[in-house]
């Protein structure tokens, strides 16, 4: 197995695209699996389709399910921030696609996503090994 470590910033940005730089790790990597995980309580990877609007419809659809306000017995840290560590119940914070070749069989508009509501925690690392086979 193959491992790296991405530094991902999400500073402003809680939608964060990283598909080029999955396929630049698994390029040439042959057939296999990638999987792609994020070690954080309060962060998620997901597959969608960016640069359409989509990035802006998860944040509100995210924001109305997890009002970051004062209902939550989780209380530390800004106002809200219990919403932060249900996030990951939601998005999960890791998933498993199919290589072959050197290269991600995603579908057609699917991009891998980072995706982090926790503004007080824009330093993100996302792990992505690729398994051969």
């Known amino acids: 197995m193959r491992t790296a470590v991405l530094d991902v910033d999400t500073t402003g940005v809680p939608v964060v ?3 080029d730089r999955a396929e630049g790790f ?3 990597g042959g057939d296999g699996l990638l999987s792609v995980f994020a070690p954080h309580a309060t962060a998620g990877v997901a597959l969608m389709e ?3 609007g989509s ?3 998860l944040v509100d ?3 109305r399910l997890l009002p970051r306000d004062g209902r939550y017995r989780h209380r530390h840290g800004s106002p809200g921030h219990g919403a932060d ?3 990951p119940a939601l998005v999960s ?3 498993t696609i199919p290589v072959a070749a050197g290269r991600l069989l995603l579908g057609t508009w699917q991009r891998v996503v980072l995706v982090s509501l926790n503004t007080d925690n824009p330093r ?3 792990r992505l090994s690729l398994l051969s086979g």
């Open 50 to 52: 960016t640069q359409s």
């Open 93 to 95: 914070p890791s998933l």
């Open 124 to 126: 993100r690392r996302v």
């Open 85 to 87: 560590h249900l996030l």
């Open 26 to 28: 698994v390029r040439g």
């Open 55 to 57: 990035e802006a419809d």
């Open 61 to 63: 659809a995210l924001e």
């Open 17 to 19: 695209d990283i598909t």
